[in-house]
């Protein structure tokens, strides 16, 4: 157990530092001066130049420029936004929880409809059930995320008016930033109808989260329908159902474990699928997140929050994946046995 | 089937044939096919199809809604956008570029996966290890951050995003070809031929590739789906193709600024694209049955 943990840290440790090695290499590629890349400082004042030289170490080996460069990321000098002059460090923590936030109310809504409409599919495989859920999972699928969260745009926002277009909660409520998280900011916030921000918020995100989380609900489902199907056909489950156990009994004890056991590993590749599309959606429905901010930074050519936002953004993710693994990993009890299911 | 037989011999037709046979039994599936032969021929036909050139400007028919429309015009079928150009004419040549870049991309990355993916399934040791958990780690980055940086690094533009979403697929195709390598490398009729002195080229190619092919086909469908739905997305957020050159998704991108006008403007390249994507994930899923019809028999 331990040396599995032990493993896979190395395994985060070695690909956190050529993420690092990647984004400076970054700084380098991008167009203009690499200084300013890294630094976000444009200036012409040679003291200024020689002491931002000095400080990210730029014109010594490429080991002590590397090490240089992770000890001023641990101490959370990221450099500043070309643009907008603001701290990179703190940009991050501002656009980030919203990402994460937007993301987890996807994911919430991909396993609340994908599981169940998975699990009745595979029960009644081959029959009319089975076949309209495929079907609706199939078209949900095929449908491309920016369509679907503009048809919910102009049919929701602007011909039935039911949900607001845009943002994570009405600019009337003065939610200081404290997490980050609109939801957990509310109830720490003071002064405010907390239940008046509280249904605001959840209004806000309604439409945003459902967008992404129907894409993956779609995925979801045939994954699980495809594992429980293959489950229904062990033959424990025979012996089983020849001792007389109820088919409640059957599925709730037998079936239902062991089929979400080997979707788990394919779930987890479904993470980047889900980011990528939150990433899309925030730009839609101007969701303050790391896709807005991204998509702003490449618009305004701001090489040095570029930099970070792809460091950032990365090591979330890849850190999401890994950590996904090493679960599976631990609670499946037949380890080193990779993903044998397939949709 | 009635055939003549004189030994009593059975039928028995080429693996690939018995795949086309159980793919042909389905309905769903044949359906799927159909409707990709026909946005396929829709986009390969669009110079002879067209009703006119993507790029005329009629500035005597701006925004015109479809011929369905009481306000619509026969000339047009699909109406026009803001600049007066004809929609379906537009669509046609958009569909070409899109799934033109798609196949590209798809044929790139297989030929890279597929290559290193082999090595990496027959590498053993820690030179494998290493290869194998770095290459899984990457194939977590997403496709966007990628196609950000590249645009970031060369400019925005169609051929940037194509390599970025090639880099993004390449992963995916090296780790199914890995698994299925490896998995295969301790079977015996790879043992066999490497007892009469195959060399590892040629154990690839005469035993695991016509195996692999088929797998492949399948995760080529699937990554063909993703390429689709990437391009257009890229293009939707400016990345892409830019403003002159029709691409699905630069034109949903192009109908957003006047969309509560003429909702047609993004709904129509939103529909081509949906259409693309369906048929490609039907035939996929109807191959993926139709491979394990085969193989379980």
Known sequence: MMAVIIRYLLLFVITLSVLICFSLALAHMFPGDPLTNLSGVTTENAKVIEHLANKWAIDTNPIHYFMNYCSLLLQGDWGISTISGNQLAADMARVIPATIELSIYSAFIAICIGVPLGCIAGIKAYTKIDYSINAASIIQYSTPVFWSGLAFILIFCFQLKLFPLSGRISVLFNIPHQTGFVLIDIFLAENIDRKAAFMNCLHHMVLPSLAVGLVSAAALARLVRRSVIDVLNKPYISAARSRGLPFKTIFFNHVLRNSLLPVLPLAAIQITTLITNAMIIEVLFSWPGVGNFLLQAIYQQDYSALRIGMLVVSTLVISLTIFADLLNRIIDPKKGSVSDVSI | ?297
């Open chain 2, 1 to 297: 089937m009635s055939r003549f037989s004189l030994y009593e011999e059975e039928f028995h037709p080429a693996p690939w044939r018995q795949t086309w046979h159980s793919f042909k039994e389905d309905h769903v599936s044949m359906i799927g096919f159909i409707l990709f032969l026909t946005m396929v021929s829709l986009a390969l036909l669009a110079p002879l199809l067209a009703p006119t050139s993507p790029s005329v400007q009629n500035t005597d028919a701006l925004i015109l809604p479809p011929s369905w429309d009481t306000a619509g015009s026969i000339n047009f079928i699909l109406g026009t956008d803001a600049l007066g150009r004809d929609v379906l004419s537009r669509l046609m040549y958009a569909s070409r570029v899109t799934f033109s870049s798609a196949l590209t991309v798809v044929l790139i990355s297989l030929l890279v996966g597929v290559t290193v993916g082999t090595l990496a399934g027959m590498l053993r040791g820690i030179r494998s290890s290493v290869l194998n958990h770095l290459l899984d780690a990457l194939m977590a980055i997403p496709t966007l951050l990628i196609a950000i940086i590249i645009v970031g690094i060369f400019g925005v533009g169609l051929l940037n995003t194509i390599w970025a979403i090639t880099l993004a697929l390449i992963p995916q195709f090296i780790h199914v070809t890995r698994n299925y390598v490896s998995e295969q490398m301790d079977n015996d009729y790879i043992r066999a031929s490497k007892l009469d002195g195959a060399t590892p080229f040629q154990i690839f190619y005469y035993s695991l590739l016509p195996n692999l092919s088929e797998m492949l086909v399948v995760q080529g469908t699937l990554a063909m789906s993703i390429a689709i739905i990437d391009i257009s997305a890229l293009g939707f957020l400016n990345l892409g193709a830019q403003s002159p050159t029709p691409e699905l998704g630069a034109m949903l991108a192009e109908g957003l600024d006047i969309a509560y006008i003429t909702p047609w403007n993004i709904i129509l390249p939103g529909l081509f694209i949906f259409l693309f994507v369906l048929a490609i994930n039907i035939v996929g899923d109807g191959l993926r049955a139709a491979l394990r019809a085969r193989t379980s028999r």
